[in-house]
Nanobody, 118 residues
Framework: EVQLVESGGGLVQAGGSLRLSCAAS????????IGWFRQAPGKEREGVSC????????YYADSVKGRFTISSDNAKNTVYLQMNNLKPEDTAVYYC???????????WGQGTQVTVSS
C-alpha cells in the first residue's frame, strides 16, 4: 500500500520559514516523482513543486520560485519542501503527491496546514 505522510506545517509570520517533509512508503522510491500541491479556501488546487527521485529534475510554480526548494533523500524515502520568505498568500493545505507522471498525482497524502500571518 502506497503511503505519503506529510509533516512540518504550522503557523508562521510573514517572512518566516517552514520545512515540510513527505515520508513515502509502499513503492520503489527511485521510480517515482514526488510533488507538492496546495489548496487555499475558495481557490483551485495549485501545483507547487515536484522532483524526480531518479534524476533529481525539479519543477517550481512561478509563485514560489526563488523562495521554495524541493529536495529528496532517497535513503530515507523522504522529500522535503523548504519554504523561505513565506507570504500570507502561501497559506493553504499542502499535499504530498506521488506517481510516475509529471507532475505526479496518482497518490496523495492527507495534507498539512500552513498558515502565514501578516
Amino acid at each position: 500500500e502506497v503511503q505519503l505522510v506529510e509533516s512540518g506545517g504550522g503557523l508562521v509570520q510573514a517572512g518566516g520559514s517552514l520545512r515540510l517533509s513527505c515520508a513515502a512508503s509502499g513503492f520503489t522510491f527511485d521510480d517515482y516523482a514526488i510533488g507538492w500541491f496546495r489548496q487555499a479556501p475558495g481557490k483551485e488546487r495549485e501545483g507547487v513543486s515536484c522532483i524526480s527521485s531518479s534524476d533529481g529534475s525539479t519543477y517550481y510554480a512561478d509563485s514560489v520560485k526563488g523562495r521554495f526548494t524541493i529536495s529528496s533523500d532517497n535513503a530515507k524515502n523522504t522529500v522535503y519542501l523548504q519554504m523561505n520568505n513565506l507570504k500570507p498568500e502561501d497559506t493553504a493545505v499542502y499535499y504530498c503527491t506521488g506517481g510516475s507522471t509529471w507532475p505526479p498525482q496518482k497518490h496523495w497524502g492527507q495534507g498539512t496546514q500552513v498558515t502565514v500571518s501578516s
